[in-house]
């Protein structure tokens, strides 16, 4: 489960920014980003890459167009993707995006440890999907959005979060993140080969005291594959 992130400028975020063809605004940059809140996407439209903020929360209340607490969908798990029953069925075939991050938080699930995690020398692309709600009142389209979740990474991910581990998507390669957000692309068979748990690139691991605080309590140490 990825259950926290932030998303910070820095060298890293702007070198993203240029490789997607994108800019980020102050509004989209936060130290701490929690389930419900408001995250930035990436996604595509017209033939453009936009950004726009939506709920992190994929599916909303009708109505409210608040997260719909029935389910918690802040993450979509991989191995959901293809049962056409699942909530998250059409959206990975109509509607993917990329989520920008510095870096995001995960728990061991003991409720006290908890670790930080960075990319070296990188800033983070999670694997996202997204929907679109009428606001009914003003005519705005309202969007919401979820990380995609992977089986874990063991044993390097045992200690960290045995459960799962977001997927990150490699935004400098042009061809997979032209596939990736081409809304018209839906031969998602394609994209097996990325919904396995891999390391993209080196991680460096912090233990920090709280997810909400980011306070670092031990050396870092690198996960580099």
């Known amino acids: 489960m990825c259950g926290r992130f932030n998303l910070i400028d820095s060298p890293q975020v702007q070198w993203l920014c240029k490789s997607l063809g994108i800019e980020l605004y102050d509004e989209h940059a936060s130290d701490d980003i929690a389930p419900g809140g408001d995250i930035a996407i990436v996604h595509e439209r017209a033939g453009e890459r936009v950004v726009s903020t939506a709920t992190w929360w994929l599916f909303l209340d009708n109505e409210t167009l608040?997260?719909?607490?029935?389910?918690?969908?802040?993450?979509?798990?991989?191995?959901?993707?293809?049962s056409k029953r699942a909530l998250a069925y059409r959206p990975f075939r109509e509607s993917r995006c990329l989520i920008p991050a510095s870096a995001f938080v995960e728990g061991l699930g003991?409720?006290?440890?908890?670790?930080?995690?960075?990319?070296?020398?990188?800033?983070?692309?999670?694997?996202?999907?997204?929907?679109?709600?009428?606001?009914?009142?003003?005519?705005?389209?309202?969007?919401?959005?979820?990380?995609?979740?992977?089986?874990?990474?063991?044993?390097?991910?045992?200690?960290?979060?045995?459960?799962?581990?977001?997927?990150?998507?490699?935004?400098?390669?042009?061809?997979?993140?032209?596939?990736?957000l081409d809304p018209s692309n839906q031969d998602v068979e394609q994209f097996e080969a990325l919904l396995?748990?891999?390391?993209?690139?080196?991680?460096?691991?912090?233990?920090?005291?709280?997810?909400?605080?980011w306070n670092p309590i031990e050396e870092s140490f690198m996960i580099r594959k």
């Open 66 to 82: 608040k997260p719909n607490y029935k389910y918690a969908s802040f993450n979509s798990r991989s191995d959901k993707l293809f």
């Open 110 to 180: 003991d409720k006290k440890t908890y670790h930080k995690i960075e990319l070296e020398g990188s800033a983070i692309a999670f694997g996202g999907l997204f929907k679109e709600y009428l606001n009914k009142d003003s005519g705005e389209v309202i969007y919401s959005a979820s990380i995609i979740t992977l089986p874990p990474l063991s044993p390097q991910w045992d200690e960290i979060h045995p459960k799962s581990l977001p997927l990150m998507i490699d935004f400098e390669d042009e061809d997979i993140v032209s596939r990736w």
């Open 196 to 213: 396995e748990p891999t390391v993209l690139k080196p991680m460096k691991v912090t233990k920090i005291d709280k997810p909400s605080r």
